[in-house]
């Protein structure tokens, strides 16, 4: 038995970040192999020049092995259905599907697609869900597919070396992004605290003048976990739009395990599906306002920030060393088979 894993390439944001860290800790610690996915404008393709593409794509695929599709492939779904279809002609095979977002719930204008979606997924042998609460919504909505695996958090690796030096208390609260994407953020327009620096990771904007906020610009990974260790203070995970902050309340942040590999302590909405383990463990924030959040940053001692900057250094070998997708994927071979 071989498990292939597949792999979008020519993205880029997050979603690209996200599936090659997945294929990475895959291919290279679990032995899976990799099946290549091109994202492309797929409308009008041929259904002879698709399934030949396909074919190509499920060479080195045989009788009996294991096939886990990231989704979504940021094609259509319907480009998406199609591939899982086409593996059903390999007698035997196990297939998964690890959601790392829901497209219709991410953007209204897409909501309509919701009930293709869930199609897709009930194909499935096995699904790997960011939360609980995703699978609840999603089975309310008509999802299937018994076997469910529940990711919980995202990993981070880490592939340089990021010091001894833990990151420091400072009233500076960082956000890698842009707070007033309207699609998702919506709040760094209406910032302003003279005593709590916002650090944004995107480039100079007007509406930042005389808000107390600092344009850092975008950057690699590396250099950004680098310049949030060394600048210390806090990691923002935040939304004032409200269908993007429902669709928060079902996902797994990238940005929560970005902050926490670079030693942040983060602050989150206190509906985060990630509230109890960073309650547990000690390693941020949680509020349900932002002006809440901005009081506990001024009011918090050194002496408080640096114990929760002990529990995140041990937390984080967790997502540094790529845990959560190991167990996810691991967990998900076994439901295919055992269960």
Request: one cysteine or more; hydrophobic letters at 40%; glycine letters at 8%.
């Amino acid at each position: 038995m071989r498990v292939h894993i597949t792999n979008t390439h020519h993205m880029i944001g997050v979603a690209k970040l996200a599936q090659h860290m997945v294929t990475d800790i895959a291919t290279k610690e679990l032995g899976f192999r990799e099946i290549g996915v091109f994202q492309y404008h797929d409308e009008g393709e041929s259904k002879k020049s698709l399934n030949a593409r396909f074919d190509g794509m499920l060479a080195g695929v045989e009788m009996g092995d294991v096939i886990v599709f990231q989704s979504p492939s940021w094609n259509s779904v319907e480009w998406d259905t199609a591939l899982f279809k086409r593996t059903l002609v390999y007698d035997h095979l196990k297939r998964i599907i690890f959601i790392h977002d829901v497209i219709p719930l991410m953007w209204k204008s897409n909501r309509y697609l919701l009930e293709k979606w869930i199609k897709y997924y009930n194909m499935a042998d096995v699904i790997i869900v960011p939360s609980q609460y995703m699978a609840d919504f999603l089975r309310k909505h008509g999802l299937s597919v018994k076997k469910i695996v529940i990711q919980k958090m995202w990993d981070h690796k880490v592939d340089i070396d990021l010091g001894k030096e833990n990151p420091q208390y400072t009233p500076i609260i960082n956000f890698a992004g842009d707070p007033t994407n309207p699609e998702k953020y919506g709040f760094g327009g209406t910032w302003f605290n003279p005593n709590v620096k916002l650090r944004v990771f995107t480039s100079p904007k007007e509406w930042g003048v005389g808000r107390n906020i600092e344009f850092v610009g975008s950057m690699p990974d590396a250099s950004l976990l680098n310049n949030l260790r060394h600048t210390g203070g806090f990691g923002l995970i935040w939304s004032g739009d409200p269908y993007w902050l429902e669709y928060m309340k079902m996902n797994c942040s990238f940005k929560l395990s970005t902050y926490l590999a670079a030693g942040l302590p983060v602050i989150v909405n206190s509906s985060t599906p990630a509230r109890d383990i960073i309650e547990k463990k000690n390693l941020g924030i949680i509020a349900d306002t932002l002006p809440e959040a901005i009081e506990r940053v001024q009011t918090m001692t050194t002496a408080e920030y640096d114990k929760m900057v002990e529990s995140i250094n041990e937390f984080a070998k967790l997502i540094q060393g790529g845990y959560f997708t190991k167990r996810a994927l691991t967990e998900a071979i076994f439901k295919a088979f055992y269960e």
